[in-house]
């Protein structure tokens, strides 16, 4: 080696040496660069670079080059090499040994798979020289060298040289890894919230970070180098800082990988406080650290936790009941003292420690596996709350001789899974007990009013069925009116009791709601011709409103409904003494079949003061005691028709101004059929002419018509239906015209119109004659082409089906004399033919024979047989044909149902087929009657005082059916 070339040989390691020293890691990259080439043109190579190996990924990459002009940059190409591709260079390497190729083109592919010869050439190398860097006797990259324009052939000093550069490199890496760990290390801990503190040996501050800075006041200037008595003479006492101290001080005794963790306070906060030593690479150590978290939120919260634990398990001792919380598994995880001290093996000394975390199962049943009973899994899978009362054969029952409600309800997690469940009894023997006692006295309460129903109504049986019965008699104008007055009286005192009785049913809640299909226009005009004498008698005018959304068929109850609504007709007739009064009817549909039903009573009577109204609904009471002198009545039936409407669903309204009027509303919102069209009844009539002298028998006409889509005319004489019929230029469709009317009757006024409008006939107009005499001969006589004929004033709803059997095609006139459904019975000659035998069950002589009477007077020629009490009835029955019979409820030795079930046993005994019908009779008004009636085999129910035209209907429905 030349003078000269040791020269700068020994410069070149001086200047790395000391180049790499103290180098900044951001500088790095520039220096390796610039001393690659440096190194490059001492060996007299073209191109410098430095690989690193990545072990893990099994690659290396080109990281740092350096070309000698004219020489192509390969770095970009050189990244990610598979190792698998280099497997020879890769094991030369691995071994600590440099590879030296003198002459690339000697170089062959001896090994399979061996890539290098092909990537060396792609680069236009000659020459090579590589050396591996190793750390720690681990291989981290290379360093190497490429001679692109010669071929080349190094040195031992030149080798010797790059050698020592690799090494360089080696403690530069390390270097490098390691203070980048340090900056990152140290960017976690200055941006941690918890506190960090290094101290050293001396237990002097190394480092702290921004939370000490931020929780102390002090700066790193203020802390580098000082000790904690230094730091904190002026703000901890001596006692605090030498506990300081000390802390450190056993910090610094433990071992790699121990640690002391503390709580210690700070003004207003607690710190949970770890500390460990520090060791450098050799294992010695060179310092303290400390990490404290700020905890005091968490402390507080498991304070506040701790509190709630203690209440809830304060509440959970004191809770009244039986109290039993388990896991899914039937462990049971806490309990109250009540619970504790029941069960199989109850002892009034176990505590909770004994049972918690056993099977609640054998705790309290002594059992060896769940209870067959109980509800915990029910729970568990549905994930619903279960409540249960036990009953007598309920073991948990015949073991404390107690009656339980039992709630089980699940424990969910945050997650929504069911953990396990609570179990809450209350004994409720005093409960049930009370219950039942309740039960007996409604149901005695029921009893009496039953009974008290039947004792008063009895006598009133007779009272207005007897007056009835006079009144028909020849009586003087004195007698007829005494008579009159009596019938009145009792059925007004019958209206009194009913109104007792129906308050009373409501509150003792045995009042129960028939619902059925009902027809809205049949209500409706039912509710019409009842009210229609008290509106007359005042001389007051009755406006009827419908919607035309009105459907023809709604479910309700229509007795309970037409009561109500004759309540506050009644009201308003009573309180008003001119002006008109108001109905109206109104309907919004909900969906397909549900919908809403508003019902209005409107009138112009003397109104409410505001300080009364407030008493209205208030039972036995009116607005004031004046009221109740001047206009009469007991002040129930408001409130039992509010009651009845809270019951179908709805509440009763009113507004009212003193000296103005009323107006008293309620909804009801209810099922109804919309399968029937009411435009259906009506396909081929779009007008109508009514003749009548009777102006309100048109009026619910003329709304259902108008809701119909048929345009109404009525007329109120047969001498005025001339003129108008000549103003009418649209087709007549229909006609309905009353018989009875002064001056021209209906026939008379029908022959006229065919006189001189005959043209009506020729256009297939339909006619209806209403409210004829009792013998139809007249009418058939006539030689009129009447479409049908009614002994009694039609009703709409009746006159709608009327109709569409009349617009059947090639539908046949109506015979008046098969027309059974609207003749008046006491006309029908098919039913006064019969000669039935009849039975009459009752044991008030004076009913008895009340009942006898009318029955005669129906059918004269019935034959009839009498008894006072069940026994007699079950032999008559033996021993007699008997076709219908009337049976009291009632009666001494045996009652009316007794006596009805052993009738039908007797029938089904013998096998008869005849079946005789049996039609109760009870002064009871309970719904629970009736139902008791019926579900012992009678066949219908007849609530005293039994009326004439109550016998009509059973006998058309029954004997009549019966002799066919």
Not at 926 to 931: D, I, P, Q, T
Not at 937 to 962: A, C, E, H, N, W
């Amino acid at each position: 080696m030349g003078e000269e070339y040791r020269y700068e040989f020994q410069s070149i390691l001086m200047e790395i040496a000391t180049k790499y020293i103290n180098i900044d890691i951001e500088n790095i990259e520039k220096s390796l660069i610039d001393t690659l080439g440096r190194l490059a043109n001492f060996v007299g190579a073209d191109r410098g670079y430095i690989f690193d190996y990545d072990w893990e990924r099994n690659i290396c990459s080109n990281t740092y080059e350096w070309c000698r002009e004219g020489v192509s940059s390969e770095k970009d190409n050189l990244q990610n090499i598979d190792l698998n591709i280099i497997p020879s260079w890769v094991d030369t390497h691995k071994k600590g040994e440099m590879i030296s190729i003198e002459n690339l083109s000697l170089l062959t592919n001896n090994d399979e798979g061996d890539f290098v010869k092909d990537i060396l050439e792609q680069q236009s190398v000659k020459s090579v020289l590589t050396i591996p860097i190793i750390n720690k006797d681990k291989t981290i990259g290379f360093v190497g060298f490429d001679s692109v324009f010669n071929h080349k052939i190094y040195s031992e000093d030149d080798k010797k040289l790059l050698q020592l550069f690799a090494q360089m490199l080696a403690t530069i890496q390390s270097r490098k890894i390691l203070e980048e760990r340090i900056l990152a290390l140290n960017s976690i801990i200055q941006n941690s919230s918890d506190i960090g503190v290094l101290k050293d040996i001396n237990l002097k501050y190394i480092a702290v970070n921004k939370s000490y800075t931020a929780l102390t006041g002090h700066t790193d200037k203020d802390v580098i180098g000082k000790t904690d008595r230094e730091l904190f003479k002026n703000r901890a006492t001596d006692e605090q800082i030498d506990e300081y101290i000390q802390n450190d001080l056993d910090a610094l005794k433990l071992n790699q990988g121990e640690f002391i963790v503390k709580e210690e306070m700070y003004p207003d906060k607690i710190f949970l406080t770890k500390k460990f030593p520090v060791f450098n690479d050799f294992g010695e150590k060179i310092g303290v650290a400390t990490i404290a978290s700020d905890i005091t939120e968490r402390k507080n919260m498991e304070n506040l936790i701790s509190q709630q634990k203690n209440l809830l398990e304060a509440v959970v001792t004191s809770l009244p009941g039986y109290l039993n919380v388990v896991d899914s598994e039937y462990n049971i995880i806490t309990l109250n003292n009540n619970r504790l001290k029941i069960g199989v093996n109850a002892d009034k000394n176990r505590k909770k420690s004994d049972v918690i975390g056993k099977k609640c199962y054998e705790v309290f049943m002594n059992r060896s596996e769940k209870c067959s009973w109980c509800k915990i899994d029910k729970v568990i899978e549905t994930g619903e709350a279960y409540i249960e009362q036990t009953t007598s054969d309920d073991p948990r029952e015949k073991l404390e001789g107690k009656s339980y409600q039992i709630i089980t309800s699940p424990i969910k997690n945050s997650d929504g899974k069911i953990t396990g469940v609570v179990e809450y009894s209350i004994d409720i023997t005093e409960l049930k007990n009370a219950i039942k006692e309740a039960q007996d006295a409604n149901r005695a309460k029921s009893e009496f009013l039953s009974n008290m129903s039947h004792e008063i109504r009895t006598p009133l049986n007779s009272v207005i069925g007897f007056t009835e019965l006079l009144k028909e008699t020849e009586l003087t104008d004195i007698q007829r009116e005494f008579v009159s007055n009596a019938n009145i009286s009792g059925k007004m005192l019958l209206d009194i009791i009913s109104d007792i009785l129906d308050f009373s049913k409501i509150e003792a809640g045995k009042l129960e709601l028939e619902i059925i299909k009902t027809d809205i226009r049949k209500l409706i005009d039912d509710v019409l011709i009842t009210i229609k004498n008290q509106i007359n008698k005042k001389d007051l005018k009755i406006d009827l409103e419908l919607s035309q959304k009105i459907p023809f068929y709604a479910y309700f109850d229509p007795i309970r409904l037409k009561q109500v609504l004759m309540n506050l007709l009644s009201n308003a007739v009573k309180f008003t003494e001119k002006g008109m009064i108001k109905l109206s009817i109104y309907f919004e549909e909900q969906n397909d079949n549900y919908g809403e039903f508003y019902f209005s009573v409107k009138d112009t009577g003397i109104g409410i003061a505001k300080e009364n109204k407030d008493r209205l609904f208030r039972a036995f009471s009116q607005a004031d005691t004046s009221t109740t002198r001047k206009y009469g009545g007991t002040g129930l039936g408001l409130i039992i028709s509010n009651l009845l409407v809270k019951k179908m669903g709805g509440k009763i309204d009113f507004d009212s101004t003193e000296g103005v009027g009323s107006e008293f509303y309620f909804k009801i919102k209810t099922a109804y059929d919309k399968s029937i069209n009411q435009n259906a009844f009506f396909k081929n009539i779009k007008t109508a002419l009514f003749i009548s002298s009777d102006k309100d028998s048109s009026l619910s006409f003329e709304k259902s018509f108008f809701i119909s889509g048929v345009d109404f005319i009525k007329v109120d004489s047969g001498i005025n239906s001339i003129v108008e019929i000549s103003k009418i230029e649209k087709q007549i469709d229909l006609l309905i015209i009353n018989y009875n009317m002064p001056y021209f009757n209906g026939v008379d006024t029908l022959k006229m119109i065919s006189i001189k409008y005959r043209e009506l006939y020729q256009n297939s107009i339909k006619i209806v004659l209403c409210d004829t005499i009792n013998d139809e001969s007249f009418v058939l006589k006539s030689d009129l082409e009447i479409d049908f004929v009614a002994q009694k004033s039609i009703k709409v709803d009746k006159l709608f089906y009327v109709i569409q059997s009349l617009e059947k095609k090639n539908q046949e006139k109506i015979d008046v004399n098969q027309n059974y459904l609207y003749n008046s019975f006491s006309n029908n000659n098919k039913l006064e033919s019969l000669k039935p035998t009849i039975l009459i069950a009752e044991d008030v002589e004076m009913n008895l024979k009340l009942i006898k009477i009318m029955v005669l007077k129906l059918i004269p020629d019935a034959k009839i047989f009498v008894a006072d009490n069940g026994l007699d009835v079950i032999n008559i029955v033996k021993l007699e044909r008997i076709d219908f019979i009337f049976m009291d409820i009632q009666m001494p030795l045996l009652d009316g149902v007794e006596a009805t079930k052993e009738i039908r046993r007797y029938q089904k005994n013998l096998k008869l087929e005849r079946h005789i019908p049996i039609i109760a009779l009870t002064a009871s008004a309970l719904e629970s009657e009736k139902k008791r009636s019926l579900e012992n085999g009678m066949d219908d129910f007849l609530t005293k005082p039994v009326q004439l035209d109550s016998i009509k209907s059973v006998f058309r429905k029954y004997i009549y059916g019966f002799s066919k």
